[in-house]
């Protein structure tokens, strides 16, 4: 497992892309990596309405921070399409249900300082919410993160921690 941590977030995040379904919706997971270890992720539903649509065969790009003249930050996927265009899916943080977005930063930021993914999972995988919807999401978030576990992450048996407040 890498131990630095970085403060500050770079501009551009390589990204993977994992996309993944949660009974008969799409998800995708956008996963912006830090030296090939997850930083941050953005999590929705595969939508061409609301959500994001993308091809079938991208599963790589970056994600790119934008800071607005108001101090507001805006997140952007960019990637190469087929052809060899760039192509920018913009706001990715304006485009999904605000509670997963809320879940998500939250997730991020034990990323960000390093929290061994195997006690991210933990975490995730115990946290008890309401409805089916979001509980589904957390299914696809640990799925998404369990790729990145190195073998000797998953030797490891993260620590026994007491579930009640």
Not at 11 to 40: H, I, M, R, T
Not at 102 to 130: C, E, F, W
Not at 145 to 156: F, Q, R
Not at 157 to 163: A, F, L, Q, S, Y
């Amino acid at each position: 497992m890498p131990s630095e941590i970085t403060e500050e977030r770079p501009v551009s995040l390589e990204c993977d892309v994992v996309k993944f379904q949660n009974k008969k919706e799409k998800w995708v997971a956008f996963v912006g990596l830090l030296n090939g270890y997850p930083y941050e992720i953005f999590t929705g539903v595969l939508d061409d309405e609301d959500g994001i649509a993308l091809p079938k065969t991208v599963t790589k790009g970056y994600i790119v921070k934008h800071i607005n003249e108001d101090g507001s930050k805006r997140y952007d996927f960019t990637f190469v399409n087929r052809r060899g265009y760039k192509t920018t899916v913009e706001g990715l943080s304006e485009r999904f249900n605000k509670e997963y977005w809320n879940y998500a930063k939250l997730i991020s930021g034990i990323l960000r300082y390093r929290m061994p993914l195997t006690h991210v999972i933990k975490l995730v995988s115990s946290l008890q919410l309401d409805g089916e919807d979001i509980n589904n999401w957390t299914n696809g978030v640990v799925r998404a993160l369990k790729k990145y576990i190195t073998p000797s992450e998953a030797t490891e048996e993260p620590e026994e921690t007491n579930d009640e407040p």
